[in-house]
């Protein structure tokens, strides 16, 4: 076994998790997937925690969206209400064996599917802000996600584990450092009563006053690096134009526009997808309002590979989701929908906070 994939393991259950004897932990991923799995698996039993596991299938899940009847498709089940409500750690590991297996299933059934379970979505990330459920999700390299990286396997493998820096003797020192770090960029932008986005093709304003910014340090999402808030739900007004393609329930939305006035999508397109995106935004009232505003600060991942766990963490970046606001921020928008689109500032891009420049070109202006 590669030794990072131990590593990893570790991490997940140590650092991020922060596993304790006696606790619930549900662990979903792919079958190509079970080496980080097992050592997962080997790890939270020695914490004294309850691991088991749920398998994630490609196959089974296209069978589903493509042929299920409308009842069956918003059909919950009582387990997977008192998984949500009762499970005390949920490992994710975000990987397919075919990036695209939802390609061609139609997005009206995707969105009466998603929507259906606004309310599980819901209850995880209330349960999550207030600390009552820990999660994670991470990646396995797969040929899938390295063929939409164009890169081979082991390219892939060896970015994977470096933008985790888990060719670290101690991974865990460097995300404690950036933690710190990344603490004080918080502190710092939480007196922002207004942030202006400006670009060649976007122009954008928003207002957080009151709403808290979050420092993401590898305890949800591994890579992580960003920092995070909630614009304020009927602030925004203007226009931004994403960078790269928006990748989400099996398709990529490419060039795509946004236009919003008093804190809501008033207008869209897209050259490719424009139909997946309507239906995607029209999903529920909560779908067209803005849930998350985001600089990316992972400067290991320097390249955009369709992959969003990668990609939202791009060091010179920022994105904004459609959608369900993180309560944690103080963020009040309720949606089944959370859509991170990501548009590039390295070129000429700048972030003012109340009138003035603090972020220039992907970089801050002031060294924290």
Known sequence: MDPRIEKLADVMVNYSLELKQGQWVKVQGINTAMPLIKAFFKKALDAGAHPYYH???????????????????????????????????????????????????????????QGARKDLFTKFMERSANGDLKWVGTMYPTISAAQDADMSLSEYEDFVYEAGHLNDDDPVVFWKSMSKTQDKQAEYHQGFREIHVKSKDTDLKLKVEGRKWVNCDGKYNFPDGEIFTTPIEDSANGHIVYTYPACYGGREVANVRLEFKEGKLVDFSADKNQDYLEKMVNMDEGARILGEFAIGTNYNIDKFTKNILFDEKIGGTIHLALGAAPPETGGTNKSALHWDMICDLKDGGELYGDGEVFYKDGKFMKEF
Request: net charge negative; glycine share 2%; no cysteine.
């Open 55 to 113: 398998a994630m299938v490609d196959d089974i899940e296209e069978i589903f969206m493509k042929y299920g009847s409308d009842e069956q498709l918003t059909f919950i089940s009582d387990i997977q209400k008192i998984e949500t409500e009762k499970v005390d750690a949920m490992f994710a590991i975000m990987a397919r064996d075919n990036s695209k297996y939802l390609s061609n299933v139609d997005p009206d059934r995707q969105a009466l599917a």
